[in-house]
């Protein structure tokens, strides 16, 4: 079992410019939720998918959109990036219909915005 | 709206000693508490979670925490610290969204520092 996967670990951008990060979560689970963590800070929640459909977001804007694919796979997209996005961006995979499940995560995506 | 609070941003501790790392909850419903810990470039490791069952919940690498209702309190302990665990250490709260679906609320983190 593969466990959850990003992609890409690291990558640079330039304000203005948009990004899109991927995670395949682990098998068998069929819920992805994504998260932001800033330097120092806790994890943020931005967004959960299910069903190839955003079920609640975070307090995070509009730039920040996402899909998931059939597979149950996932990507988020930030659109007109900022210095500001620049974090850790952390993706949980977990299985809908279980009550407190346990959430498994991925090794994150490192952005930095330039 | 559920939250915690971890009230120390760093821990030092020697090897072999005691590690207590302390966290606060709130909660409207009975709560899940889970406590996470991440490594330097690391993604993210479930150590133990509480979801009302026993009290005292024991997880990997010697860690256990006890969930206190009268306290609101769900620290984490581990009687003999090993340089390994030198790593970020979240407690986390699952609450319910407005949609009735669970997300994670985490805290602010406290950085483990262990000596030799």
């Known amino acids: 079992d593969a466990g959850v996967t990003q992609s890409p670990t690291h990558l640079i951008k330039t304000r203005g410019q948009q990004v899109t990060l991927r995670c395949s979560p682990k098998s068998g689970h069929d819920t992805v939720s994504w998260y932001q963590q800033a330097l120092g800070q806790g994890p943020q929640f931005i967004f959960q998918?299910?069903?190839?459909?955003?079920?609640q977001r975070g307090n995070f804007p509009d730039r920040f959109s996402g899909h998931q694919f059939p597979n149950y796979s996932s990507e988020l997209n930030v659109n007109a990036l900022l210095l500001g996005d620049s974090a850790l961006y952390l993706c949980?995979?977990?299985?809908?219909?279980?009550?407190?499940?346990?959430?498994?995560f991925g090794q994150g995506t490192r952005l930095t915005v330039v | 709206a559920q939250s915690v609070t971890q009230l120390d941003s760093h821990v030092s501790v020697s090897e072999g000693t005691p590690v207590l790392l302390r966290c606060n909850y709130s909660s409207s419903y009975s709560p899940s508490l889970f406590w996470y810990v991440q490594h330097p470039n690391k993604g993210l490791q479930l150590l133990l979670k509480?979801?009302?069952?026993?009290?005292l919940v024991k997880g990997i690498n010697g860690f256990e925490a006890e969930f206190k209702k009268s306290e609101t309190s769900f620290h984490l302990t581990k009687p003999s610290a090993h340089m390994s665990d030198a790593a970020e250490y979240f407690c986390v709260v699952s609450g319910f969204m407005n949609t009735g679906f669970q997300k994670l609320v985490f805290g602010t983190g406290t950085r483990l520092l262990v000596s030799p």
């Open positions: 509480y979801t009302s069952a026993a009290t």
């Open positions: 949980a995979s977990s299985l809908e219909g279980r009550m407190n499940t346990e959430a498994f």
């Open positions: 998918y299910y069903e190839e459909e955003e079920r």
